[in-house]
């Protein structure tokens, strides 16, 4: 069996490497003389191609067979990947995992492996699609379903780190085994943010582009001691995804499929948080000169030019009092 990872997800390709070590191991899967773990930038291996051919081939005095795993095999010196094209061709009978932060379709390597080889994507959610893997995680992984408000809490509470979130989510399975459904209060309960996400309130009035309710609200964030950094960030990336969400728009595109399309739960999407609305307030040209603002913005502020609390607010309230 050749299994090949290709993507930049640590998280989803350790999930995966456990597996495959649990499905062709069985209860042998962290013994080091049944298994060998290569890595393709290793400077000490004179050819990595020779030593995975090597270790598929025989096996320990242990094991009736040694399982391979190569990781950052996108640093294969192109000797060693013109070696496993050719033993590829042959398709051997091996246990062998390949890990690719990128492999491309028309590369020789992938089309000598793309007759007989389990090909895998791992691709780290991007941040409008978290919640939606949460959803998925919980159910397919963790055996339980998760409401669709813990899921939005629970991204912006913890981000897109997937190990973080797998844990956390976890715990709440430890702390509730008998548990159903994992709800919005208990994952406020059980969940403690781990970045700052009083900021991501200010989204709604720029959404709506009310300048009372904005600058009322920028005021009140920044009294209570949010950094204007996190406002710019979470400004930013609201901007960015309405300014996604007004082109699906201009393509008329139904909201339902804008939803799927962002991993976006339909119901909050259009109905709760009503962002077809929201991005319909905005001309994709106003909000490609916002965020570009909030950029410059951002690098003042990282080069201590705009270092006052006056200089801040004026200039984001600027971007919705116009």
């Known amino acids: 069996m050749i299994v090949v990872l290709i993507g930049d997800s640590d998280f989803e390709k350790e999930r995966l490497i456990g597996q495959f070590l649990e499905k062709t191991l069985g209860d042998r899967k962290d013994d080091p003389l049944a298994r060998k773990i290569l890595f393709a930038n290793d400077s000490n291996l004179p050819s990595v191609a020779d030593a995975v051919i090597e270790a598929c081939d025989s096996c320990s005095l242990f094991a009736s067979e040694q399982t391979v795993v190569v990781r950052k095999a996108e640093s294969l010196k192109a000797d060693d990947t013109a070696a496993l094209e050719s033993w590829f061709k042959t398709k051997p009978d091996a246990n062998l995992l390949l890990d690719f932060e990128k492999l491309l379709k028309t590369s020789k390597l992938y089309k000598s492996l793309a007759d007989f080889a389990t090909f895998k994507e791992c691709k780290s959610p991007r941040d409008y699609e978290i919640a939606k893997w949460i959803t998925s995680h919980c159910e ?40 159903q459904v994992i709800s919005l209060d208990q994952a406020k309960l059980m969940i403690a943010p781990q970045r700052e996400i009083a900021a991501f309130e200010i989204r709604e009035s720029f959404g709506d582009r009310n300048p009372i309710a904005y600058t009322k609200k920028l005021r009140e964030l920044l009294d209570a001691g949010v950094e204007g950094i996190q406002i710019i960030s979470a400004l930013e990336a609201y901007a960015v995804r309405l300014l996604h969400i007004r082109t699906m728009l201009g393509r ?71």
Request: hydrophobic share 50%; with cysteine; net charge neutral.
């Open 140 to 179: 397919i992984d963790l055996g339980r379903r998760i409401d669709a408000l813990a899921a939005e809490y629970v991204a912006d509470a913890l981000g897109t780190d997937q190990a973080l979130i797998d844990a956390e989510l976890k715990k709440i399975l430890l702390l509730d085994p008998e548990g």
């Open 252 to 322: 008329k595109m139904a909201a339902k499929d804008i939803a799927a399309a962002l991993g976006a739960n339909p119901w909050l999407f259009e109905k709760k948080l009503n962002e077809p609305r929201k991005a319909l307030n905005w001309s994709p040209q106003l909000l490609c000169r916002v965020i570009k603002r909030l950029g410059e913005l951002d690098s003042d502020i990282k080069n201590g030019i705009c270092d006052s609390r006056m200089g801040l607010e004026l200039s984001l309230a600027a971007l919705v009092v116009r």
